[in-house]
């Protein structure tokens, strides 16, 4: 199947700071990629949808300016939290279909661990 | 919109005992069906999915779902289980057109008892 890259894994930082997460499609074009977050014991919250080469479509709730979405290219997105405080604190996966897929699976990264203290 | 309900947030089963996690989900579209599960600190892996044709799809790990559109239900089943069933399981669902997100349920903790 289609290999989705997270990077870092886990992130620790101090509450002000702003962090990077990189997801990467290894082995194919991916045109959207697809930012969840998850908080503990709890399920998968779609934050925004990321279109190469636009702006992002943020969920309703979802402070844009908080958590910047960058897709530069067809296979890297990046989603920076900005100004970290405690409150960000969770696991963020991202995902991606082939292009053209007709199989609806979404491919998803290993998640990156962001503890802000 | 589409939403998934899980019924069960943990499920408790004995090892070499079958397992049903159940799955309903609400849509006024065609919808693709889809079950992923989690490890602790990992991303998500699809089990299976149903997309179109028979109703009982088999996937990874001796797992089978069977979709049943009167009843809206996607259950997740496995006639026996072992230890490294343990983990977190989501059901998910999508409009079967378009680049869309998945809507997760809530998962279920599947706990494997020795």
């Known amino acids: 199947g289609a290999v989705v890259s997270q990077h870092p894994s886990r992130v620790i930082c101090k509450s002000g700071t702003s962090v990077k997460i990189e997801c990467r499609s290894l082995?194919?074009?991916?045109?959207?990629m697809f930012w969840y977050r998850q908080f503990p014991k709890k399920s998968l919250m779609l934050m925004a949808t990321?279109?190469?080469?636009?702006?992002?479509?943020?969920e309703q709730g979802v402070e844009k300016d908080k958590f910047l979405i960058n897709h530069a290219s067809l296979t890297l997105s990046t989603l920076t939290v900005t100004s970290a405080h405690p409150e960000d604190s969770s696991f963020y996966i991202c995902?991606?279909?082939?292009?053209?897929?007709?199989?609806?699976?979404?491919?998803f990264g290993e998640g990156s661990r962001l503890t802000v203290l | 919109a589409q939403s998934v309900t899980q019924l069960d947030s943990q499920v408790p089963v004995f090892e070499e005992a079958p397992v049903e996690l159940r799955c309903n989900y609400s849509?006024?579209?065609?919808?693709?069906l889809f079950w992923y599960v989690q490890y602790p600190n990992q991303g998500l892996q699809l089990l299976l999915k149903?997309?179109?044709?028979?109703?009982l799809v088999k996937g990874i790990n001796g797992f089978e779902a069977e979709f049943n559109k009167s009843q809206t239900s996607f259950h997740l089943r496995k006639p026996s289980v072992h230890i490294s069933d343990t983990a977190e399981y989501f059901c998910?669902?999508?409009?079967?057109?378009?680049?869309?997100?998945?809507?997760f349920g809530k998962g279920t903790r599947l706990s494997v008892i020795a």
């Open positions: 995902s991606a279909r082939t292009s053209g897929s007709g199989t609806g699976e979404l491919f």
């Open positions: 849509s006024s579209v065609s919808v693709y």
């Open positions: 149903y997309l179109s044709g028979s109703t």
């Open positions: 990321s279109n190469e080469g636009s702006k992002a479509t943020y």
């Open positions: 082995d194919f074009q991916a045109t959207t």
């Open positions: 998910a669902v999508s409009r079967n057109s378009g680049n869309t997100p998945l809507v």
